[in-house]
């Protein structure tokens, strides 16, 4: 027995792995913060992390929360729907979140109430919501979406896009430019902006109202443009908005 420390001692120590240089691959695993939005007393941060299913070729988005008071607070995941949650906003009251998300099949306001609960659907629209924000007196949202500006109503919008959905030919014409924004094609729709009532429960009520369908051209501008383009006033009675202006040179 009195061998076996020496023999302990001895024996090779576990080498460390080899060294390896940074990746492509491990930079698509890489997991990205955004949007983070503090909570009107400032206690709390609520965020996004976008994370990469590399197997299944796809990435999601998760909303997260982290306690600013404790120093060695752990983040706290929110949601881990396998839909697409994003944009955070905080109620006024700090009791709750709104936030977008797909888990309804399309592109929605959602609420989830942090002192327990499932999320609540906020919005039904016929169209997706591209963008959106609320109001200081959280008693509406303004939001984004892509229409057709000779429709009288979102309604209209969607069944145009159910019949083109439904049309056999792919060829497009345009009669003047830009054509293409990115890596999407020019739908003839422009983004518009609209405010919609919430109700005492914090879902939608009434109908939208457009606030820039009157104007030629995206607000917010594509393809990049979001709610960083348009403000609410601070008593919640007028919006500051960009638009990107199309006509002849866009």
């Known amino acids: 027995f009195a061998a076996l420390p020496l023999a302990v001692a001895l024996a090779p120590a576990a080498l460390p792995a080899a060294p390896r240089g940074f990746t492509a691959d491990d930079l698509v695993r890489l997991d990205r913060i955004s949007d983070p939005r503090l909570s009107p007393d400032g206690t709390h941060v609520a965020y996004v992390v ?72 906020v919005t039904e629209l016929p169209v997706d919501v591209d963008s959106f924000e609320l109001s200081p007196r959280g008693d509406r949202i303004a939001f984004s979406a892509g229409v057709f500006r000779d429709c009288p109503d979102l309604a209209c919008t969607a069944k145009r896009l159910e019949e083109r959905a439904k049309d056999k030919g792919t060829g497009r014409t345009f009669d003047g430019l830009f054509v293409r924004h990115w890596d999407t094609w020019a739908s ?63």
Do not use: C, M
């Open 50 to 121: 976008r994370s990469t299913d590399l197997a299944a070729n796809r990435g999601r988005t998760d909303l997260w929360l982290l306690d600013l008071k404790a120093r060695d607070a752990s983040p706290l995941r929110l949601t881990s729907h396998e839909a697409n949650d994003s944009s955070p906003r905080w109620a006024t009251d700090g009791r709750s979140l709104y936030f977008l998300s797909t888990r309804g099949g399309s592109s929605q306001v959602w609420r989830l109430p942090l002192d327990g609960g499932e999320a609540i659907a």
């Open 188 to 250: 003839g729709q422009r983004s518009v902006l609209h405010s919609l009532a919430l109700g005492a429960d914090g879902r939608a009520t009434g109908a939208p109202v457009a606030l820039s369908r009157s104007l030629d051209g995206d607000a917010p501008s594509k393809p990049f443009g979001g709610d960083e383009e348009y403000a609410f006033s601070p008593d919640g009675s007028r919006i500051a908005f960009a638009v990107r202006v199309a006509g002849r040179e866009e």
